[in-house]
């Protein structure tokens, strides 16, 4: 194959992964955009019990990753687990959408949680697999795989929470599961472009056993995280265990290693931490934020009136905005005697701009009309947000 060929069949298999991408975060920032106010405004939930819920949900669904990832490396191969994961999630947004059943709530977004889980690792490691050995292009190519989550998010987000107003909470959920679908469909129309591209399962015939018993244990899966996401007390106590066991992990791990390696953990620990601190309040968008936004914001801009969970779509319009700007400064200071930042005075400018925009929401306060504060507020404090996203993410 030529080198123009190679690059060819490089840029359609992106474009394919790009495009799944796109579709899977179009879904599931769809689904969070509007999943808190469906729960407080249409089945009666207090805050406490909506954020715990999705609280709940959003640490699943962040922890199942690490097994999908396991399951599309070494099972049943990266391109099958993508497709997989992908079905699965379409059948909990599904499942979100049919009309008077509030109890099929808690089983979908476990099965959203799952699916999220079996598919998110698997698209990024063929992005890996396809630019392997090329370190130039790789950058780039993950650079623009994260413009798909925000282009995703930024229309779902957009657009999900307005359906919801004007149609209806299920009508919502349905064009979550429709982007999906598309995504899906695409990805097949698509696939002869990543052939070449996967991991030694995807190369070999498929193992029906081993299908079989990963199918199970996603029932299974599905199973314990409806019983935690509905259990408020064992959702506390699901994410302290998980709390400790990465602590013990750690321990495990530093006890084997050298030295040179223990100091690694620990800052490696110390990272994770202040990790894990920055998405407590990076997930008040979906949570606390637009709970406040639907009661204490004037959400009349320019004679449109713009429904809470559309205020969440300022996140990815301003990573629109920042990135290429951010982007610029880091090759302008990379060429200088200095360099650029490092990575520590990246976490610690990301954690000062994150808490700016917290106190612009506080400050805002001091200038409510009826309760009500402007919703140019918001735009600022999102902004900072965002800014910290990038530093940090």
Request: aromatic fraction near 14%.
């Amino acid at each position: 194959m030529t080198t123009d060929a190679q690059a060819q069949a490089r840029t359609k298999g992106f474009t394919t992964l790009f495009l799944v991408e796109l579709w899977e975060r179009f879904g599931y920032y769809g689904m969070t955009a509007i999943v808190v106010l469906y729960m407080v405004q249409q089945l009666g939930y207090t805050d406490d019990r909506a954020n715990l819920t999705y609280g709940a949900f959003a640490a699943l669904a962040y922890t199942v990753p690490s097994v999908g990832g396991w399951i599309g490396d070494k099972i049943l191969g990266s391109r099958r687990t993508t497709v997989l994961g992908a079905l699965i999630l379409a059948l909990g947004y599904i499942g979100l959408s049919i009309p008077n059943h509030p109890g099929l709530l808690f089983p979908a977004l476990a099965v959203v949680a799952v699916g999220g889980g079996i598919f998110k690792a698997n698209p990024a490691n063929m992005i890996s697999k396809l630019y392997e050995g090329d370190s130039a292009r790789i950058d780039s190519a993950f650079t623009m795989y994260y413009m798909a989550v925000n282009i995703g998010s930024a229309a779902s987000q957009i657009a999900t929470p307005l359906i919801a107003v004007k149609v209806g909470w299920h009508a919502a959920f349905a064009v979550c599961a429709a982007g999906l679908v598309v995504g899906i469909l695409n990805y097949f129309a698509m696939s002869r472009y990543l052939r070449h591209v996967g991991s030694a399962p995807d190369f070999e015939p498929l193992d029906v056993k081993r299908l079989v018993l990963v199918l199970i244990g996603i029932v299974v899966g599905i199973v314990l995280v409806t019983y935690i996401v509905q259990n408020r007390t064992v959702a506390r106590a699901t994410v302290f265990l998980g709390f400790l066991a990465m602590l013990a992990i750690f321990w495990v791990m530093g006890q084997r290693g050298n030295e040179r390696e223990r100091k690694g953990l620990v800052a490696v620990l110390i990272l994770t931490g202040l990790g894990m601190l920055f998405f407590i309040f990076y997930q008040q968008m979906s949570t606390s934020l637009t709970l406040f936004s639907l009661r204490n914001v004037n959400l009349n801009l320019f004679g449109y009136d713009v429904p809470a969970g559309q205020v969440q779509a300022l996140n990815p319009v301003w990573i629109f905005i920042l990135s290429p700007a951010l982007a610029w400064l880091y090759t302008r200071l990379g060429r200088g005697e200095g360099g650029d930042f490092h990575i520590s005075t990246k976490f610690a400018m990301g954690f000062a701009v994150l808490a700016v925009g917290f106190f612009i929401y506080g400050f805002s306060g001091r200038f409510a009309a009826g309760g009500k504060i402007s919703f140019w507020f918001m735009v600022a404090g999102y902004g900072f947000q965002s800014l910290g996203e990038l530093l940090i993410s």
